[in-house]
């Protein structure tokens, strides 16, 4: 019986960039017989309004409060100053499924590209232009990322991984759902260790 393990993320949650080395330690320990699959949660809607006051010191917080909690997870609040932050994240999704269209394993470094530029080089990926130059920055096509990147198809299928994500009772980013058959658990996220984690999962396929 298939297995699925659900990783829901967003690329400019702030946690799922503390969770990454610790997230990448857990798929190095998986049964090879686990489908791993990324679904986009989609953190903050469209929006061209600047963030308030209030909204930037309260993400600012939780900078502080990764890095206490997370060893080697670092910030650069520069991005405060240089930029216009707005509470938009969709647009960042919208670039992991174009960059995806162009190969598999460019979900995972369109990913990682959003989360270096925003959390450690002060760009800004609720700017389309921002996103555009990451693409090309990995080595994507630029006129087929432009293309994808603005389609009704990706739209469509953020909002169909956003539904899917609700489907599974999915409330806050990072998340994990492990699934067999038609049974589902929620993993608990340990930030720091894999093996709590690990073990609950390979629990519930035993006990499934």
Known sequence: MTSTLY?????????????SNTFAELLSQLPKNIEVK?????????????MSESMQQQIKNNWFRIEDTIPDVKFNFDFWEKTIPRRSTYPACRAVIAARLQGEAHDLSMTKAIQTAYYLQARNPSENTTLIKLATEIGLNKAIFKRDF????????LNKEMIQSRERFVESYPSLVI??????????????????????ITAFLENT
């Not at 699934?179 to 609950?200: D, P, R, S, V």
Request: with cysteine; aromatic share 12%.
């Open 179 to 200: 699934e067999k058959g038609k049974n589902a658990q929620n993993i608990n996220i340990n930030y720091t260790q894999y093996n709590e984690m690990l073990n609950h």
């Open 38 to 50: 990324r679904l986009l949660g989609g953190l903050a809607a469209d929006s061209a309004v600047p």
């Open 7 to 19: 990783y829901v993320h967003d690329p400019m949650c702030s946690w799922c960039w503390g969770f």
């Open 150 to 157: 603005y389609s009704e198809k990706v739209q469509q299928e």
